[in-house]
């Protein structure tokens, strides 16, 4: 049976199996810091071990629920909201001059493009968060 265990920061989808009486913990995959189980998982996992019998739905719903985005002091919601200051940040140093100098004009091509995902990603989160039912919490505020 394979689990979503954490060592430290990050997490780990591990397997206890026995061998010589004992038990071995075999490490399938490194989850990262916040565990994702993700099509390229399953397919390395199943590449790698392919006599191994992995209940995936199990384990997602495991994982979609291990995130405490409800606890304002867990260490997950205070690191996203430093990841978010500092994307800020970041984003204000960026000028598009900066793109036309670069030495790598697909680098430019890449970052314009990450940059419309994460437009249409914050756009679509924040008409989620505009329609929650919840919204009583934050309905004074303006997100746009």
Known sequence: MAFVRRKGNAYYLVHNMREDG??????????GERPRI???VV???SRAYPF????WTALREEVNNRVELFDSKS???RKLI????TLNLDLADLFPPLLDVSEAPATGRELVMQLRLLHS?????L????RAPHRAVIAERTFR
């Open 22 to 31: 004992r038990v071995k913990q075999i490490h399938l995959a490194r989850l």
């Open 38 to 40: 993700t099509e390229d």
């Open 43 to 45: 397919r390395q996992v």
């Open 52 to 55: 191994l019998d992995v209940n």
């Open 75 to 77: 260490a997950y919601v």
């Open 82 to 85: 430093a990841t978010l200051r």
């Open 121 to 125: 990603t914050v756009g679509v989160k």
């Open 127 to 130: 008409d989620q968060f505009d």
